[in-house]
């Protein structure tokens, strides 16, 4: 549990340093630009890595048992948590979720932790799952706290239809694939 605990620190440590402004700039006028970002990059994905062997390795310890509702409604949770990450990060073209809320990747990250919450009942992923759905919470408030607006003009239809389409193929990918990631079918064989 150590390994979870000290990954989803690192991990947490780098995401929330944008939430304090005068430290985040200390340190990047320090660094520099480019020590900033190389370092960033190392101890996010050092954080990354030790989550994930982390919670690999966790030993199963019930903490409480999930709803047993709780397995359908996170699959249904996952599709906005995938399409409001596409649309921040991945897609290939600007959705309208950015002109909805200026935090679409926090509020992926939300609906994913509160999905796995939902699904889950052990120590390991209550305290991942936790840290990662409290990171959003704040996340979206210190950056509403800083002013940041959604985007005033939403994009074309087409690069709705897009973002869309992408959504669906990669969330099928997770559903089917989610054995294969994490050792745990969703849809029974």
Excluded: C
Aim: charged share 5%; hydrophobic share 55%.
């Amino acid at each position: 549990m150590d390994m979870l605990i000290l990954g989803l620190a690192l991990f947490l440590a780098t995401h929330l340093l944008p939430s304090v402004p005068s430290l985040r700039n200390a340190i990047f006028n320090k660094l520099g630009p480019l020590p900033y970002k190389g370092l960033y990059t190392i101890i996010t994905l050092a954080g990354l890595v030790l989550m994930i062997k982390g919670l690999m390795i966790a030993p199963f310890q019930a903490l409480y048992d999930p709803p047993s509702w709780g397995r359908h409604l996170a699959m249904l949770l996952m599709l906005p948590a995938v399409y409001l990450f596409l649309s921040n990060t991945a897609a290939p073209l600007p959705s309208s979720a950015k002109a909805i809320t200026a935090f679409p990747t926090s509020w992926s990250v939300l609906f994913w932790a509160t999905a796995h919450l939902l699904a889950n009942g052990d120590v390991a992923h209550t305290l991942l799952f936790t840290g990662l759905g409290a990171f959003a919470v704040i996340s979206i408030i210190s950056g509403r706290a800083r002013g940041a607006k959604p985007q005033a003009q939403r994009p074309p239809l087409l690069h709705e239809a897009i973002t869309l389409g992408l959504t669906i193929v990669i969330y099928g990918a997770l559903v089917w694939g989610h054995v294969h990631f994490t050792g745990m079918p969703l849809i029974p064989a």
